[in-house]
């Protein structure tokens, strides 16, 4: 069993940065992929980025590659997700998400966060 929260989500001017943090409980979070998904309004949910166990293999959406870079802390439970350069189109829930096997998919993920606001003004 995997609980997750995440934090971070505010308010932020177009070309601002946020640092998101899921923080996990349960002695499984090493164990686990973990991912960032996040969904806008009357949007469906959308892959951000994972990384795997280690650490060692991470994946972003080419909608925020060379923007967002995701990292974790095993030691702490937790995974972050640094974001530079925010536009308007990134306002969303973010949501984390722990899963056996890295995927893009939200389907391949078994324990979802409640989300943070992220909004982004012009």
């Known amino acids: 069993q995997v609980q997750l929260v995440e934090s971070g989500g505010g308010l932020v001017q177009a070309g601002g940065s946020l640092r998101l943090s899921c923080t996990a409980s349960?002695?499984?979070?090493?164990?686990?992929?973990i991912a960032w998904f996040r969904q806008a309004p009357e949007k469906e949910r959308e892959f951000v980025a994972f990384?795997?166990?280690?650490?060692?293999?991470?994946s972003t959406a080419d909608s925020v590659k060379g923007r967002f870079t995701i990292s974790r802390d095993n030691a702490n439970n937790g995974v972050y997700l640094q974001m530079n350069s925010l536009k308007p189109e990134d306002t969303a829930v973010y949501y984390c998400?722990?899963?056996?096997?890295?995927?893009?998919?939200?389907?391949?993920?078994?324990?979802w966060g409640q989300g943070t606001q992220v909004t982004v003004s012009s």
């Open positions: 998400a722990a899963g056996q096997e890295y995927s893009n998919r939200a389907s391949a993920y078994d324990y």
């Open positions: 349960g002695r499984t979070f090493s164990s686990r992929v």
């Open positions: 990384i795997n166990r280690s650490g060692l293999i991470t």
